[in-house]
């Protein structure tokens, strides 16, 4: 018996692909949105190296450009101060007009020897003199007779000038000046600080920084910060090295990534660019990615959730499969076992094993899907009786279990076998054939039980139910320890049985017959065969427990046909020495004649044996008036129309009523012992024997009366016109051998 754990369609095992593919999505959106910054972060550094190289590119071109522009302005302040000189003692307001108006000046002015400015272009500053530490106050001073002055801011002006001055012999001095404001916008915008500014005002940028050689921030887009000493030896390193330094920083609660920028440019004393990005901008790329993984997910989920629920239905199929029947819709032997096993500790309990008997027959005589029906409906009705302590099982085939915890009393067992009584007790309705069960039921009690004797429990109400009445329709037997030394009996005579069988071994299993007389002429009529077991182990067993034990092992058939080559071939004898007129009657199970090639069979075994099939009578009881009366007559007709005899065994001890037995296609009835024992003794008997012959008689039917062991009963039998007798008064069953003793005995030689 299949042992089976407690199987229940879990959920618990779909948390793990959950987990797995949490964890997962976990890990590829940690690593994409690592690969976004990572990418961010090469693509600034990359930015980084444009603008070092764009700002080197500003820086040399302004500077050059700036450079060519000065020159060509210093050399036409010198030619013009070189002009001018040529005036020298002939200047007034009007020559410095004109001259300033050709050679393309802004302002000139002529100096006295006093250092006064006595003439003009412009008509302004005239009588002005310059203050010690002004450029035109040093040149008068110094030792040079021409010079070009930076760039600067006219004396009164916010305008920026270029300046020359030149002295003339007389002492009088010389200034011009052009007005320089496009060439100075050229050397500002070149400027470093203007460079930074200019950039930064790409949006992802935050600031930019220029360090100096010591690492200070010498300019910077965010001028509070120009003086901060940058301290950080690892950006000092790399950055000396000629790498880009990258890191991610934070400036007022918003993360940045800073970038710092090895710088090259000689004529700038810069050797380093600071830049420092938002990390604003990736943001949304890794928003979105998120999105797009949580999307993912769900969808993942979804799908999951989608498997569960089918997987989870799949599971409950199957545990429907695992754990019911599925004819009768009830629990199976598995959940039974589940059953036993979680009360293993409970005390008062009982299992009714119960089957349905003649379910084999019902099969045969309308068909398995009929007998469905039937197991279905008798499932059907003892489920009315189950509550919280008593529940149904399908066991076997043809079996059923109910399964009874903590019953009070005894009395609570008799009840339940009560009641399942009543709602057995209405015939079966099944296709319109209303039907008649069998019910036999095994009661075992018992209290704490350990895993391994359940098996030992249900085979032991198996062998109580084996113990039950079989001519009852509604029988039950308690287990008791007897009934297992029986079984033990029953398993061997099994065994034997099936040695007989295979081998064909007429040592175990063979015939002893017995005589049947005519009345009339008080000769051997026939005899019948009667099966004897006898084995070394177990002696002799007798027909009646043997043949039982057969029909419920379904061995009835095969040893049957045994018993019919053997009779066949006594018949056979009896014909070589003459006597072709004698009978031999073999008795048949009603399993046995419903078998669909039952007739054939028996004409097979005469034609082997090459018996003569007037000889051969086939003895039946009363059962088959019972059971598929229909099938039953229709076999027994195709018999008869092939010369073998019929006769009714047993008549009068079960449900027969001579209405049935005028339909019933037979030859003969034999009288039942019951009736003979009892025709001396009892008024009411002996008037029924009779009457049995009489009605017999009317139906046509020969009458052989069983069990005659009295002259008183032969007289009677002989006075009330029975036509045959069998009995000890003439004969018990005899070897084949004696046989042709007893014969010449009788019937004289032949
Ligand atoms: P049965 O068919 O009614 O057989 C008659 C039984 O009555 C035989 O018992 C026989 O020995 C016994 N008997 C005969 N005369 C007397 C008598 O004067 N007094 C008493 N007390 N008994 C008498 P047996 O041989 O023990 O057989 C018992 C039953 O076993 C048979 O009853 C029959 O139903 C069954 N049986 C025997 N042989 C076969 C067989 O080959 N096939 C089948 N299916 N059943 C068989
Ligand atoms: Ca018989
Ligand atoms: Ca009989």
């Not at 509604?474 to 099936?498: H, P, T, V």
Request: glycine share 4%; proline share 1%.
């Amino acid at each position: 018996m299949i042992r089976a754990k407690n199987r229940k369609a879990s959920i618990r095992i779909y948390i793990i692909p959950f987990v797995i593919v949490t964890l997962f999505a976990s890990i590829i959106l940690m690593v994409m949105t690592n690969n976004i910054k990572n990418n961010f972060y090469e693509i600034k550094k990359e930015e980084g190296h444009k603008i070092a190289r764009s700002v080197s590119t500003i820086l040399s071109h302004g500077i050059e450009a700036s450079t060519t522009i000065l020159e060509l302005l210093e050399d036409k302040l010198e030619n013009s101060l070189k002009v001018a000189q040529a005036y020298s003692g002939n200047y007034s307001d009007e020559i410095l007009i004109e001259l300033a108006d050709t050679l393309g000046l802004d302002e000139m002015y002529v100096y006295n020897s006093e250092g006064v400015i006595e003439y003009s272009n412009s008509d302004k500053y005239i009588g002005w003199k310059p203050a010690w530490n002004h450029p035109v106050y040093a040149f008068k001073n110094g030792r040079d007779d021409i010079e070009i002055d930076r760039i600067r801011q006219g004396s009164d002006s916010e305008l920026f000038y270029k300046y020359g001055y030149i002295k003339n012999s007389d002492g009088t001095m010389v200034q011009i000046g052009i007005l320089a404001e496009k060439v100075n916008q050229l050397f500002e915008s070149t400027s470093i600080q203007n460079i930074l500014d200019d950039m930064a005002r790409d949006s992802s940028i935050i600031r930019l920084d220029a360090l100096d050689s010591s690492y200070l921030i010498t300019a910077s887009s965010d001028e509070d910060l120009i003086g901060y000493q940058l301290n950080s030896e690892e950006i000092i390193s790399d950055v000396k090295n000629g790498k880009i330094h990258g890191r991610i920083n934070s400036i007022g609660g918003e993360d940045i990534y800073e970038i710092f920028v090895p710088f090259d440019y000689e004529d700038n004393n810069i050797s380093a660019f600071g830049i420092q990005y938002s990390l604003r901008e990736i943001q949304p790329l890794i928003r979105r990615n998120t999105l797009n993984t949580i999307y993912g997910l769900v969808i993942v989920y979804l799908a999951l959730i989608l498997s569960i629920i089918a997987s989870y239905k799949r599971d409950k199929k199957l545990v429907q499969v695992a754990y019911f029947d599925t004819l009768t819709g009830l629990p199976n032997t598995e959940s039974l076992v589940n059953r036993l096993n979680e009360n293993k500790y409970r005390k008062n309990n009982a299992i009714f094993m119960i089957k349905c008997a003649n379910i084999n027959l019902i099969n045969q005589a309308y068909g398995y899907e009929y007998g469905d029906k039937v197991l279905k409906e008798l499932g059907d009705k003892i489920r009315t009786i189950e509550s919280k302590d008593i529940k149904l099982f399908r066991f076997t085939d043809d079996k059923l279990v109910l399964y009874l915890q903590n019953y009070e009393d005894e009395e609570e067992l008799f009840f339940i076998l009560k009641k399942m009584e009543d709602v057995l007790h209405q015939p079966f309705r099944i296709n319109n054939i209303s039907q008649q069960i069998i019910i036999r039921i095994g009661v075992i009690k018992f209290n704490e039980i350990s895993q391994e004797t359940i098996d030992q429990l249900l085979k032991k109400a198996t062998i109580a139910l084996g113990y039950t009445d079989m001519h009852k329709n509604f029988n039950y037997n308690f287990y008791n320890e007897d009934m297992e030394s029986a079984i033990n009996r029953e398993e061997k005579i099994e065994r034997e049985l099936r040695v007989a069988i295979n081998k064909e071994d007429t040592s175990i299993v063979y015939l002893a017959y017995q005589p049947i007389v005519d009345t009339k002429t008080s000769e051997i009529d026939g005899f019948e065969a009667l099966a004897r077991m006898s084995s070394e182990e177990l002696g002799h067993v007798s027909p009646a427990e043997f043949i039982e034990i057969a029909e419920r092992k379904q061995l009835i058939i095969p040893l049957s046909k045994l018993i019919l080559k053997v009779a066949c071939t006594f018949i056979a004898d009896l014909t070589k020495v003459g006597y072709n007129n004698l009978s031999v009657a073999v008795n048949i199970s009603s399993i046995h004649l419903i078998q669909e090639d039952f007739v054939n069979t028996v004409l097979k075994i005469l034609e082997e044996t090459g018996a003569n099939s007037n000889q051969l009578e086939l003895e039946l009881t009363e059962t088959i008036m019972v059971e598929n009366f229909q099938l039953a007559n229709d076999r027994l007709k195709e018999l008869r129309s092939n010369g073998i005899r019929i006769s009714l065994d047993d008549f009068g001890t079960g449900y027969s009523s001579f209405d049935r037995l005028s339909e019933l296609s037979v030859d003969t009835l034999k009288i039942d012992r019951h009736f003979i024992n009892n025709i001396t003794e009892t008024r009411n008997v002996s008037y029924l024997t009779k009457e049995i012959i009489s009605i017999a008689h009317i139906l046509g039917l020969k009458t052989v009366a069983e069990g005659v062991e009295s002259d008183a009963q032969r007289s009677y039998l002989e006075e009330n016109n029975c036509d045959k007798l069998q009995g000890y008064l003439f004969s018990k069953a005899i070897p084949k051998e004696e046989v042709f003793i007893l014969l010449k005995k009788y019937n004289g030689i032949k």
